[in-house]
């Protein structure tokens, strides 16, 4: 018999998660910049419906990398970053441009760089549509992406000119994790076996740290809440991930999204949230477990 207010479970915390320095920082000064001047941001600061509403209710507008006009003088370069040639179109197009992509994506910029100038054929370990992605390989004609093993196989890359020998160099999305990226390099060595393949680790930190930190969870819990965005795809990938681990995970988007029946056989609850969450949310998230936990 359960005694009065005697907790159900417990709520363990993973020690990683939720958003990280760039997208905050990105948020930051768009908050910043929207409460003085008119803005419309190129793309989503953070794939959050609360982020985006919370921007707009300053007056932020929201537009496309890929449009070539917006209603604003201001315009604003979210934290995946963007080519040099995006950023460029911009400019010349008039528009006063604040760049707020994350230092570990300019980063990413710069290792792709080295690897053309040193006549690599550029590939990106990532989802081609992603704006990172697109970003990377916007100033290099030749450059493709490949997500998945499947896409390996079907990779096709020029033949160099005679007497140059074929060499790949890769870098991954920040977002990736780097076990998939070390299966996605084995792949191309394995397709392209007499080529030098040459992949520089451009995972995040934070997203290290992160991946790190949900398999120490699922070593304390069996049932995982992921918060985050429905739109959110690393919010997705750690609900993914937990189920590779062997937990049960629910992905919600807010305390109102908790069933009070998931908890009816758990003695302890793991807590975890995607890059574009917002702290406060976490929290109402944690505060409503609680609840139901001395319910
Ligand atoms: S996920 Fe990593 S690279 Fe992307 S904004 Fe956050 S810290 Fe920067």
Redesign the pocket.
């Known amino acids: 018999m359960r005694l009065e207010n005697e907790v159900k479970f417990d709520v363990i915390e993973a020690s990683h998660m939720g958003?990280?320095?760039?997208?905050k920082a990105?948020i930051e000064s768009a908050k910043q910049l929207a409460s003085r001047r008119n803005v419309t941001i190129l793309g989503e600061l953070a794939h959050n419906a609360r982020v985006r509403e919370s921007l707009e209710k300053l007056g932020a507008k929201h537009g496309s990398l890929a449009d070539d006009k917006a209603t604003t003088n201001d315009v604003i370069i979210t934290?995946?970053g963007t080519s040099d040639t995006m950023r460029t179109k911009w400019q010349n197009l008039g528009y006063r441009v604040t760049d707020t992509t994350?230092?570990?994506?300019h980063k990413?910029h710069a290792a792709l760089s080295q690897l053309v100038a040193s006549g690599y054929t550029p590939l990106v370990i990532g989802k081609a549509d992603h704006v990172?992605a697109r970003g990377l390989m916007g100033d290099f004609p030749t450059a493709q992406a490949v997500l998945t093993v499947h896409d390996v196989h079907e990779l096709k890359l020029d033949t160099p000119s005679r007497g140059t020998r074929l060499k790949i160099g890769v870098v991954s999305q920040?977002?990736q994790q780097i076990t998939h990226c070390e299966k996605i390099i084995l792949a191309i060595k394995k397709k392209f076996p007499h080529t030098e393949v040459k992949f520089i680790d451009t995972v995040?930190?934070?997203?290290k740290q992160r991946q790190s930190a949900i398999e120490d969870l699922c070593t304390k819990a069996k049932l995982i809440i992921v918060v985050g965005g429905a739109n959110s795809n690393?919010t997705a990938q750690l609900a993914r991930k937990c189920e590779q681990l062997g937990c049960i995970s629910y992905h919600v988007q807010s305390p109102q999204d908790l069933r009070p029946e998931w908890f009816a056989a758990t003695r302890r609850v793991g807590l975890t949230a995607g890059?574009s969450t917002p702290d406060e949310l976490i929290t109402q998230v944690k505060k409503k477990l609680l609840e139901i936990s001395r319910s």
């Open positions: 958003m990280c320095f760039g997208v990105a934290a995946h994350c230092p570990l994506v990413t990172e920040t977002t995040c930190r934070p997203t690393n890059t």
